[in-house]
T-cell receptor, first 114, second 111 residues
Framework: EAQVTQNPRYLITVTGKKLTVTCSQNMNHEYMSWYRQDPGLGLRQIYYSMNVEVTDKGDVPEGYKVSRKEKRNFPLILESPSPNQTSLYFC?????????????FGDGTRLSIL | DAKTTQPPSMDCAEGRAANLPCNHSTISGNEYVYWYRQIHSQGPQYIIHGLKNNETNEMASLIITEDRKSSTLILPHATLRDTAVYYCIVRPGFGNEKLTFGTGTRLTIIP
């Protein structure tokens, strides 16, 4: 089944403890992206990647890192998490960066930073 | 990116067609109209997209006006599982595929 898989689905942790949220897709998609969703603010893009080893900042990249060493994986790294990074996170992928290719989303990761 | 305007909420009786409008009067020639929905806090689910012509797939139909300034998403036989927030988005034909989700329409299917 074609899908975008995020792990973990839920995580409660403490300020400053490094964490990684993994994202994997099995559709051979070139484009991958991370979003966060907060009440009243909609989905905001954190980082995106147009292909392997090509990443760029989205609208809210501060406090996050990403890497794209393999086509299928696009982990989101919080080096020193803070409470303002408590949010619902979504990974998405699409065949390419072209606008006629729909993005497909994972089921989300709910992070709580205490 | 062009902005979209959607009604904040709508109700539809189960089994009837749900027609969700979207206004995108500033859309430019190379921008696509996309529809997604989000059920509770699940990941947004892609429904359908189009550029100029009307489109239909197994989930829905998309009707785009000739001037492309508005569109309507049609769920032909709404079920309770179609209760969700529906987002209409316009996106350029190429470049960073960032999706800008507005507030959407909260569709409630009434038994």
């Amino acid at each position: 089944e074609a899908q975008v898989t995020q792990n973990p689905r839920y995580l409660i942790t403490v300020t400053g403890k490094k964490l990684t949220v993994t994202c994997s897709q099995n559709m051979n998609h070139e484009y991958m992206s991370w979003y966060r969703q907060d009440p009243g603010l909609g989905l905001r893009q954190i980082y995106y990647s147009m292909n392997v080893e090509v990443t760029d900042k989205g609208d809210v990249p501060e406090g996050y890192k990403v890497s794209r060493k393999e086509k299928r994986n696009f982990p989101l790294i919080l080096e020193s998490p803070s409470p303002n990074q408590t949010s619902l996170y979504f990974c998405a992928s699409s065949l390419s960066f072209r606008g006629n290719q729909p993005q497909h989303f994972g089921d989300g990761t709910r992070l709580s930073i205490l | 990116d062009a902005k979209t305007t959607q009604p904040p909420s709508m109700d539809c009786a189960e089994g009837r067609a749900a027609n969700l409008p979207c206004n995108h009067s500033t859309i430019s020639g190379n921008e696509y109209v996309y529809w997604y929905r989000q059920i509770h806090s699940q990941g947004p689910q892609y429904i359908i997209h189009g550029l100029k012509n009307n489109e239909t797939n197994e989930m829905a139909s998309l009707i785009i006006t000739e001037d492309r300034k508005s569109s309507t998403l049609i769920l032909p036989h709404a079920t309770l599982r179609d209760t969700a927030v529906y987002y209409c988005i316009v996106r350029p034909g190429f470049g960073n595929e960032k999706l800008t989700f507005g507030t959407g329409t909260r569709l409630t299917i009434i038994p």
